[in-house]
């Protein structure tokens, strides 16, 4: 059987630009002679649609949909699709939509697979809208037995995993069935999914459907969706996995492709390395150009203060948006180096991006006339501090309303996690690029973006952090090294430890590790109104972790 994997970018709520989409790789599928071209999960309306689900008018323009992509199979010669959409029960008790996988024939839906396991964990919600199916069953296209499934469907293998999420397995159904009915036939799975990416994930996908492929004697076959949609980033990275668990196709990582593969004269694919320094940036660049394209933006401004962090998310938003869309604002003040300010000239420079110096020294002066009757007999301290980041985000966000640009966020992972960062200050913005990003990791991403030649300055890869909100200002003043405080802010905050467990694990002393747990839990209010984090972590800041603001515990 010839089976293409079309991989696409779809938007949320998008029917006419995503049914275009699917249609131009139905197309080529068919000009490569495929008999069926596969697409992912929900790729008729985008994922995730959230509470677009409960409006009628959403869950009704899908199935207008669907019709006019049933209708392009009606020509002669032209392939079947398996799409994901969502589509209502129509039903008098349960939930009033069903996530399912849509084969179109003949101009008609033929057959409806309907999703059974519905993840709610991390950053699914999906028991919170869809009716899981009550079973499985095959589908033959051309004599040819299928067994559909739909991105968890394929995740709970007693073989593979630990233990089980759930009491059934779609997977061993279908097959099962198989046995019964079709044995001597060859075993095809096609699984559509809508799987984000985090550090290490592909291979774990990969891993877990190689498993899957050997345990069952069958070709398994993975359409992943690809692109940004809000803090969610797609890696594609699709997958033909033969029946001896040797991957036989691949598709491209983080961008668009189509992988074609005929059953009937298999091949087997090159390994192919997966470097997370790279895919991690590759992600963040795709999450912020899809982000700023799908919200209807083309520009943005940084802040550019002469920091790394500042510096790579600049980089970033260059490789993903263009020099012409990127421009630098530099906001110094009397605490901010003649380095710092020479270094954010030089990182604009080598970028080719338009740089703009708004120094802030007369509006803090200003600031402080007005509050001195009030601030009278207390020394400088933190409200001064932050007092500057408030202008800068002011400035920022004034510039943003005037010339209709997004502002970029430039706090990283640990920043966030302990609170180091400035609410209403240099948390403003619409995005936060590396706000799932530790520190120690910004540094081989920026060494990763000075690759080919020098973007960000040496300067900045090597002089120690710092906010320059006082004098002689250094970010390990207030805070423990960050290649002590990233690994205890991995083991707490991604992998939920105890202050004890981490203490043991890393030959620290408790009360570091618990010092540090305080900061984390007395920040989740600022976190809570903070721009949306692009994930590339297991556990990132958002929809995904949910912790309560009011709290007197540390575990």
Not at 390 to 401: D, E, K, P, T, V
Not at 413 to 428: A, F, Q
Not at 488 to 504: G, N, P
Request: aromatic fraction near 8%; proline fraction near 6%; charged fraction near 25%.
């Amino acid at each position: 059987m010839k089976i293409a994997l079309a991989q696409i970018n779809p938007t949320v709520g998008d029917f006419a630009g995503n049914r275009d989409r699917i249609l131009e790789y139905a197309a080529r599928g068919a000009e490569l002679g495929a008999d069926l071209v596969v697409f992912p999960e929900l790729a008729v309306c985008g994922y995730p649609p959230a509470d677009f689900l409960e409006k009628s008018t959403f869950v009704a323009k899908a199935g207008h949909t669907v019709a006019e992509l049933a209708e392009w199979t009606r020509a002669p010669g032209r392939p079947s699709i398996l799409c994901g959409t969502v589509m209502p029960t129509n039903v008098p008790v349960g939930k009033q939509v069903k996530n399912v996988a849509a084969l179109l024939s003949g101009g008609r839906v033929r057959f409806v697979q309907q999703k059974m396991l519905l993840p709610f964990y991390d950053v699914f919600d999906e028991q919170r809208y869809f009716e899981p199916a009550a079973h499985q069953q095959l589908i033959e296209i051309g004599e040819k037995p299928l067994a559909i499934t739909i991105c968890e469907d394929a995740w709970n293998d007693k073989d593979f995993w630990p233990r089980q999420l759930y009491p059934v397995d779609p997977v061993e159904s279908l097959m099962e069935e198989w046995q019964k009915e079709r044995v001597k036939e060859q075993r095809i799975i096609l699984n559509i999914s809508a799987s984000p990416y985090w550090h290490g994930k592909a291979q774990v996908r990969e891993d877990m459907l190689a498993a899957l492929a050997e345990r069952h004697g069958a070709y398994v076959m993975m359409v992943n969706q690809v692109g940004g949609n809000d803090s969610l980033i797609f890696d594609g990275s699709s997958l033909v996995i033969g029946p001896d668990g040797k991957v036989a196709a691949r598709g491209a990582s983080f961008k668009e492709d189509l992988v074609f593969f005929d059953t009937d004269a298999p091949a087997v694919s090159a390994a192919k390395p997966w470097d997370e320094t790279v895919a991690t940036w590759s992600a963040l660049v795709l999450g912020t150009r899809d982000y700023v394209r799908k919200c209807g933006f083309k520009k943005v401004l940084v802040g550019l203060s002469g920091g790394i962090d500042s510096a790579l998310v600049a980089a970033i938003a260059v490789e993903a948006l263009g020099v012409e869309n990127v421009v630098g604002i530099g906001m110094p003040s009397e605490y901010s180096s003649l380095g710092s300010i020479a270094d954010a000239r030089k990182l604009a420079k080598n970028l080719g991006i338009r740089f703009e110096l708004l120094p802030i020294h007369e509006v803090f002066a200003q600031y402080q006339h007005v509050l001195k009757p009030l601030f009278a007999g207390t020394p400088f301290g933190l409200a001064e501090e932050n007092l500057q980041a408030r202008i800068r985000g002011s400035l920022l966000m004034a510039l943003s309303n005037k010339f209709g640009a997004l502002v970029l966020t430039t706090g990283n992972k640990s920043e966030m996690s302990v609170g180091y960062c400035t609410l209403y200050g240099d948390m403003v913005g619409a995005l936060a690029v590396i706000g799932d990003v530790f520190k120690t990791r910004v540094y081989s991403l920026s060494r990763y973006a000075n690759r080919e030649r020098e973007i960000i300055p040496q300067a900045t890869l090597e002089k120690p952090p710092s906010a320059e909100l006082r004098p002689e200002q250094k970010d390990s003043d207030s805070l423990p090294p960050y290649d002590v405080l990233d690994p205890i802010l991995d083991a707490y905050v991604e992998r939920y430890c105890s202050a004890e467990q981490i203490a043991e694990e890393q030959n620290l002393d408790v009360a570091l590790v618990r010092s540090v747990q305080k900061l984390v839990e007395q920040s989740e209010y600022k976190r809570q109104q903070a721009a949306p984090v692009l994930k590339v972590t297991r556990k990132s800041f958002g929809m995904g972790r949910r912790f309560p603001i009011a709290v007197k515990v540390q575990v």
